[in-house]
């Protein structure tokens, strides 16, 4: 194994300005970069961060956990907040809690214990995740939580405006003729289920509207008991609703299929969801959504926590809230129940 010493000789320079180079602490002309660029390949030399580490107490490495890498809106954030990190000169690790706090609770230790100096946190919605985020958040290590926040706990997070964001989606619906509309949530546990929840009885509200007992469902993360809850609603309703609001999605997914599997379509009933389904649109019909900037989310997280990191005590606790935009579909515009006119809803602001 090649060393950073052979490394120095076969790129012309010392050994400290390699390691300058590899730490990124010290400026490094672009002659001598592109010198010692080329050695370390040629060597295939690859430097021993843990040991380095244990010298500097610095790894340059921060941690992110979400719950699912297959979640399109996950994987933007994750992609866009490796690129801001590279960016400070701070290696990503990607770890997925799968959506159980057990599950999560190992994964922090595991990344702690690899010296990560900082932490992006998507946490995980079954009970525990509260005291977890509260731990981490007391021992010191800095921490950015993303999407799903905690509450009366004193940490820098990023997420979207989800009472105007989720009101978007209920606005459109209402302005097609829609009055019997349906909303799936998932765990209402999540703050930002609630607030989402929330947004949208504010702009039926405000519509001299109401969302129906019978027709807000509250679901899991599981896909077969999204589909079995969706299935339940649309059978069992006193009166079958014309729109369906999905407050995630991973629930929109799960009640494309309730709605297939109950032999209906968006011919049938409009569709609207929280999150674009895929990363393009293969979909037909085209689905309506509101669509979270993932990308500036994950970059202005891993800014947020590389500046902690940097500087633990600069200024006051981030609360950043970026807004959503609406997608228009065909999957909520190919169907209008013919009723009365309603009043055009009003801003969640």
């Not at 946190?121 to 958040?137: D, Y």
């Not at 809850?229 to 079958?240: D, N, V």
Request: glycine residues 8%.
């Amino acid at each position: 194994m090649s060393t950073i010493k052979e490394v120095a000789k076969l790129a012309g320079v010392s050994i400290g300005t390699v390691s300058h180079f590899l730490g990124g602490s010290v400026p490094v002309s672009e002659e001598l970069r592109r010198r010692i660029s080329a050695a370390i390949q040629k060597l295939d030399y690859h430097p021993n961060h843990v040991a380095r580490s244990l010298k500097t107490s610095r790894t340059k490495t921060i941690g992110i956990v979400v719950p699912d890498f297959g979640i399109p809106f996950f994987s933007k954030m994750i992609r866009s907040a490796e690129g801001a990190a590279r960016a400070h000169g701070y290696s990503l690790v990607a770890v997925s809690s799968d959506d159980d706090t057990t599950r999560q609770n190992e994964l922090v230790l595991l990344l702690r214990s690899q010296r990560v100096e900082g932490i992006l946190l998507v946490s995980a919605s079954g009970q525990g995740s509260q005291l977890q985020i509260r731990k981490l958040v007391n021992s010191g290590i800095p921490v950015v939580c993303l999407d799903r926040l905690p509450e009366d706990i004193e940490v820098d997070s990023v997420c979207v405006e989800d009472r105007t964001a989720a009101g978007m989606g209920i606005s459109h619906l209402i302005s097609m003729g829609h009055r019997d509309i349906a909303v799936l949530t998932g765990p209402l546990t999540l703050r930002n289920e609630r607030e989402r929840l929330l947004g949208c009885k504010k702009v039926m509200q405000r519509s001299g509207l109401k969302i129906s007992p019978s027709l807000l469902w509250e679901t899991t993360f599981q896909h077969e008991q999204i589909i079995e809850t969706c299935k339940k609603g649309l059978l069992s309703a006193p009166k079958r609703p014309t729109a369906l609001f999905c407050s995630n999605g991973v629930v929109g997914l799960g009640a494309l299929r309730a709605i297939a599997e109950c032999k209906l379509s968006t011919n049938d009933i409009a569709f609207g969801t929280f999150d674009e389904l895929v990363e393009h649109d293969i979909f037909h019909p085209s689905i309506t959504c509101v669509v979270q900037p993932a990308q500036q989310l994950g970059s202005r997280a891993a800014e947020i926590l590389v500046e902690r990191i940097q500087s633990p005590s600069a200024g006051p606790r981030y609360e950043i809230r970026l807004p959503a935009s609406l997608k228009i579909g065909e999957s909520s515009t190919s169907y209008r129940p013919k009723l009365a006119r309603v009043a055009p809803a009003q801003s969640t602001s």
